[in-house]
C-alpha cells in the first residue's frame, strides 16, 4: 500500500489500505471545510471522520484508523523515554578541554601521556600507527589516581593505518584528547580488516575530546570505486572511520570527522553513550557516508550534531533502544533514518526513539522508516518532533517495502512491524509536491501512525 499525503496542518492518522476515490474526496473535503484547530482534531481523530463518511465500511478498513491517545501517551508511550535523561555534563567537559589546549609538546602533566612521547612524528607523509599504539597502551595500562590522558597534539597531522584501541583498561576513565589531524592510509591493501579503520573496543567511562582537532578518513579512493559512483565495480564494503564497540559509558565531544570512507562516526553495543557536538563533513556525493550510526546500543544521547555526509545524517538499526537525538542540523545527505530494518529475511528491534529538534536543509530525505520485505521485529514508540525542513526531498516517509539494490525485491509475506509512530511540529518546505509518503506492507501494516501540527509547503524550483 502506498499513501502519499499533501500539504495540511491537523493530526492524521494514515490506512493499511488505499481509500477509494470517492471516499478520500469526501474525506478531503470533510477535512479542509472543517474549521478544526490541532486540539479539537485530537478529540475527533481522522477514524472518527471516516466513519461519519458515506459509503465507509469498518471491515474494508482495520486497525489502521487507530490514535495514540492521551492516556496511553502518559501511560506508557512517552514515560518509556525516561532512561535517556542522562545528565549532560557538557561545562565539565568544556572545561576539561581547555586544560589540555595548550599541549603541543611531550607531555609533562601527571596522567598526560603525548603521542610525541613515542615517537609520531606528525608530519602527514610518515607511518604514526606505532606510536599510537604504544601510547595507547601505556594510557590504558596506567592504574595511578589521576585520570590518564593520551593527548594527540596540535598543529600535526598523524597519518594512520587501521587500528584498534582495546580495553579493558586499569584506570577507572580514561581520555584521548585530539588536537591534531589523524590521517588515514587510503591503500585498501592495509587495511584487513575491511570494516573499520579507528576501532575503540571495550572501553569503560572513556572520554573523547575533539574540539581543535580532525579525525580525516580521507576516503576519496574508496568513493570512487565504490558501485553507487561506478556500476562496473563490486559492492564491496568499505571501513567505518571511528568506531566504538562495547563502550560502556561512553562521552564524546566536539569531534570533529570527516572524508570517511564509508560511515563516519559508529555506535555498537554500546551502553550509556552521550555524543555531544560532532561535526561531520564530507560531500554530498560520496556514496553510503552515513554521518553517526547507531547499532544494538542502549541509552544513546547525540546532542547538537552538525553532519553533512552522502547518507543519512543519522542511521539507527537493529537492537537500539532509548535513543534521543536534540538540536540536530543535517544537510547534505538523506536525512534522518530508523533503519533499514530487515535486509536478508533478519529479524529487527528498534524502540524508544526520540528526535526532538532539527533543522534538515536539501537533503534527499527528512525523517524515514525504512524497511526490507521478508524481515520480522518491529520498530516501535519513535517520535519525530520539532523538526524544521528547508527544500527537503520526501520530508515524511515510511517505506516497509524499501529495495536498495539492482534487482527488484520479490514480494514477501513477513515485514518489520512498523507502530507507534508520532509526528508533531514540523514545519518547512518540500522540494517535492507529496510531503508525506507511508509505502506499508499488505500483511503487517503501519499501526498507530499520527501526525499532529504538521505545516510542509511544496516550493517549486
Wanted: some cysteine; hydrophobic content about 35%; glycine content about 8%.
Amino acid at each position: 500500500m502506498l499513501t502519499h499525503i499533501t500539504p495540511f496542518s491537523q493530526s492524521l492518522i494514515i490506512s493499511n489500505k488505499m481509500l477509494p476515490q470517492s471516499l478520500f474526496l469526501s474525506l478531503f473535503f470533510t477535512l479542509i471545510s472543517s474549521p478544526l484547530s490541532s486540539s479539537s482534531f485530537q478529540d475527533e481523530p481522522l477514524a472518527n471522520l471516516v466513519e461519519q463518511t458515506p459509503g465507509f465500511d469498518p471491515s474494508a478498513y482495520p486497525s489502521f484508523f487507530g490514535t495514540i491517545d492521551k492516556d496511553r501517551l502518559a501511560d506508557g508511550f512517552e514515560a518509556s523515554f525516561a532512561n535517556l535523561q542522562m545528565k549532560y555534563e557538557a561545562d565539565q567537559m568544556i572545561t576539561e578541554s581547555s586544560r589540555y589546549g595548550h599541549v603541543g609538546s611531550p607531555s609533562s602533566s601527571p596522567g598526560e601521556v603525548n603521542v610525541e612521547d613515542f615517537r609520531a612524528e606528525g608530519y602527514g607523509d610518515s607511518d604514526d600507527t606505532k606510536a599510537l599504539e604504544k601510547a595507547w597502551d601505556e594510557i590504558c595500562s596506567s592504574n595511578k589516581d589521576v585520570q590518564p590522558v593520551l593527548v594527540v597534539p596540535k598543529n600535526k597531522k598523524y597519518y594512520v593505518k587501521p587500528i584498534t584501541f582495546s580495553g579493558p583498561c586499569k584506570s577507572d576513565s580514561i581520555m584521548l584528547k585530539i588536537l591534531g589531524t589523524i590521517q588515514a592510509s587510503d591503500d585498501p591493501a592495509q587495511y584487513k580488516d575491511r570494516h573499520h579503520w579507528l576501532k575503540f573496543s571495550n572501553i569503560k567511562n572513556f572520554k573523547v575530546e575533539g574540539g581543535q582537532g580532525t579525525i580525516d578518513g580521507n576516503g576519496m579512493k574508496w568513493w570512487k570505486n565504490s558501485c553507487k559512483k561506478d556500476p562496473t565495480q563490486p559492492c564491496t564494503v568499505a571501513p567505518t572511520a571511528v568506531t566504538f564497540l562495547e563502550c560502556h559509558g561512553l562521552k564524546v565531544n566536539g569531534l570533529n570527522v570527516q572524508n570517511a570512507q564509508e560511515m563516519h562516526v559508529r555506535f555498537e553495543q554500546s551502553v550509556n553513550v552521550q555524543a555531544v557536538k560532532i561535526v561531520v563533513n564530507s560531500p554530498g556525493t560520496s556514496p553510503n557516508t552515513d554521518g553517526i550510526h547507531v547499532t544494538r546500543s542502549e541509552n544513546v544521547q547525540i546532542i547538537s550534531p552538525r553532519i553533512q555526509a552522502g547518507d543519512d545524517c543519522i542511521s539507527i538499526v537493529n537492537g537500539s533502544k532509548n535513543i534521543e537525538a536534540t538540536d540536530v542540523t543535517c544537510g547534505p545527505g538523506h536525512g534522518i533514518s530508523i533503519g533499514s530494518l530487515g535486509e536478508g529475511k533478519s529479524q529487527a528491534q528498534v524502540s524508544n526513539v526520540l528526535v526532538n529538534g532539527a533543522k534538515i536543509t536539501g537533503t534527499m530525505n527528512g525523517v524515514r522508516i525504512k524497511t526490507w520485505q521478508g524481515g520480522s521485529g518491529y520498530a516501535e514508540n519513535i517520535i519525530f518532533q520539532n523538526i524544521k525542513m528547508n527544500n527537503v526531498s520526501n520530508p515524511i516517509i515510511i517505506d516497509q517495502n524499501y529495495c536498495d539494490q539492482k534487482k527488484p525485491c520479490n514480494e514477501q509475506s513477513s515485514a518489520v512491524q512498523v507502530r507507534n509512530i508520532v509526528y508533531k511540529n514540523i514545519t518547512g518546505t518540500s522540494a517535492t509536491k507529496m510531503t508525506a509518503t507511508f509505502n506499508c506492507s499488505k500483511t503487517f501494516p503501519c499501526e498507530g501512525i499520527m501526525q499532529q501540527e504538521i505545516n510542509l509547503v511544496y516550493k517549486a524550483k
